[in-house]
């Protein structure tokens, strides 16, 4: 039995796009076709889970048990 498949040398998925910007993505900062696109979806992913912690804590602000 040999599974040598190096997962390295695969190249990238047909089609697949820049999350970000929808440019055709490159190798090295796959799924995102550049550092730029990386770091921008990673901000706006941030933001939102900021956003979200802040919901949660006034959220239960109005919990009221009864
Ligand atoms: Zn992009």
Redesign the pocket.
């Known amino acids: 039995m040999s599974t040598d498949k190096k997962i390295e040398s695969i190249p990238l998925s047909k089609g697949q796009k820049?999350?970000?910007?929808?440019?055709p993505?490159s190798l090295k900062h796959r799924p995102?076709?550049?550092k730029?696109?990386?770091d921008?979806d990673l901000g706006q992913w941030l933001n939102e889970g900021y956003k979200i912690a802040s919901e949660e804590e006034s959220d239960m602000d109005e919990y009221d048990p009864g």
């Open positions: 820049c999350p970000t910007c929808q440019k993505a995102f076709c550049s730029r696109c990386a921008l």
